[in-house]
């Protein structure tokens, strides 16, 4: 997500992370989709729907549905996502945590995380998630300029999240997380930067900041939007500069976090562990396979309705293609990533290339993004996605007999 971008790698020493790593059992997520919004923003391709509150319920009774399919799962973390999490309404928020609460009986949650938007989350909404176990609430703020909040179609006034973020702290027992997005049209790297020293007046505990992508299909693709690339980069190098002075800890190419509030679920992404994603276009990882649900709202209620599972492709990673999607995760931590003997036999050609080109670098066993390679790291992962080149394959296949 994000134009993946930018350095912080001496964040921490080395030995210190393997250490670290070896200390953590694998942890699996839950993931819920909820994928209604008020409107769509200007630059969102996400599975979200506007104008749909009447099929709220009939989704809910869905989600349940496909929930109950996984009785023997126990997950580690929750994540409930969207589209906007925060304009079900009470009732409904509390349907969520029912389905949670009975289908999941085994769960041990040691994160719970609740999107929300800052028009959409009173009070009564912030209690019942306090109740319901959750323990940190990622807003999507963006910036906090009015102008390019309403350029962006946003609803929310800079004044409706600062009350938000008040209500939330003033509740207590929740850490914070703020979405802040750069490289928007007409933002000035002033601009950029004073949104972001007036979030950090607040001290949320982490904070995402992605670099806009125009993508196809949204009314900025329509628009024909250009990013200025140039100054997205110039506004990513001194947010991490900024950040880091802060006091965060620059752990994953567009997330930040004060020491020990990094996002416990996505690092579950990033290291290739294992989530359940129910909901419409969920996606999961489960033994080795990867599944993704129907996208399509109307379809993803019709096949649970009618007891089918709601899946539209399904593959099983293997080989060289798996190895691959495991170097680009684990390159997406800033603490870098230690390959297999496998990986480095099959995709040798990647690793030394990279590293020639100076946008990897390798310390003992761990192989992590420069500086260089943080701002164009897009590419760095392109190289480990197929098609690979004949002579990996043939590697491989040496390896496995
Ligand atoms: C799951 S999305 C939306 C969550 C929530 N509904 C909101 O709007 O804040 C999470 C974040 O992705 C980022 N995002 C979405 N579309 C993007 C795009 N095209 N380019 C860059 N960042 C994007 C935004 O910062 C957004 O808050
Ligand atoms: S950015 Fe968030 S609120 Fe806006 S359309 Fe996407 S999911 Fe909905």
């Excluded at 670290?20 to 699996?28: A, S």
């Excluded at 994540?79 to 409904?92: A, K, V």
């Excluded at 029912?98 to 909404?125: C, G, M, V, W």
């Excluded at 036999?345 to 030394?352: F, G, P, Y």
Aim: charged share 25%.
């Amino acid at each position: 997500m994000g134009t993946l971008r930018r350095p912080g790698l001496d964040a921490q020493p080395m030995s210190l992370l393997s250490e670290h790593r070896t200390l953590l059992k694998p942890l699996r997520g839950l993931y819920l989709h909820i994928p209604f919004c008020s409107i769509k923003c200007f630059y969102c391709d996400f599975t979200a729907f506007s104008g749909q509150k009447k099929t709220v319920s009939r989704y809910l009774s869905a989600l349940d549905k496909e929930a109950s399919f996984f009785p023997d799962f126990k997950p580690d973390t929750l994540y409930i996502g969207g589209g906007t999490p925060s304009e079900l309404s009470e009732e409904e928020l509390e349907a969520i945590f029912k389905t949670i609460r009975a289908r999941f009986p085994h769960a041990d949650f040691k994160e719970a995380t609740f999107e929300a938007n800052p028009e959409s989350l009173n009070a009564e909404k912030i209690k019942i998630l306090k109740e319901s176990g959750v323990n940190r609430i990622s807003l999507g703020l963006q910036t906090l300029d009015a102008r390019l909040l309403k350029s962006i179609g946003r609803r929310h006034s800079p004044e409706d999240f600062l009350a938000v973020f008040s209500n939330v702290k003033k509740t207590g027992g929740f850490s914070v997380s703020v979405d802040l997005m750069y490289g928007l049209p007409d933002q000035s790297l002033q601009d950029h930067l004073q949104t972001l020293k007036q979030i950090l007046d607040f001290f949320p505990e982490h904070l995402s900041l992605y670099g806009l992508q125009v993508e196809d299909w949204t009314l900025f693709s329509k628009r024909e939007v250009k990013v200025d690339e140039n100054l997205a980069r110039e506004m990513f190098e001194r947010s991490i500069e900024i950040l880091k002075e802060a006091g965060f800890f620059h752990y994953e190419i567009s997330n930040f976090a004060r020491l020990g509030s990094e996002s416990l679920h996505n690092k579950i992404y990033w290291r290739n562990g294992e989530y359940l994603g129910l909901g419409c276009g969920a996606a999961s990882y489960l033994n080795g396979a990867r599944r993704v649900n129907e996208d399509r709202l109307i379809s993803y209620c019709v096949k649970l309705e009618s007891g089918q599972i709601p899946v539209s492709s399904s593959e099983k990673l293997e080989g060289v293609e798996r190895l691959g999607e495991m170097a680009f995760l684990g390159l997406r931590m800033l603490e870098g990533y230690a390959p297999s003997q496998e990986s480095l036999r099959v995709l040798a050609h990647q690793w030394i290339s990279l590293m020639d080109r100076g946008l990897i670098e390798r310390r003992g066993d761990v192989f992590r993004l420069t500086k260089e390679g943080l701002f164009v790291a897009n590419q760095v992962f392109m190289e480990f996605v197929p098609p690979f080149e004949r002579t990996q394959l043939r590697a491989l296949s040496e390896v496995a007999s």
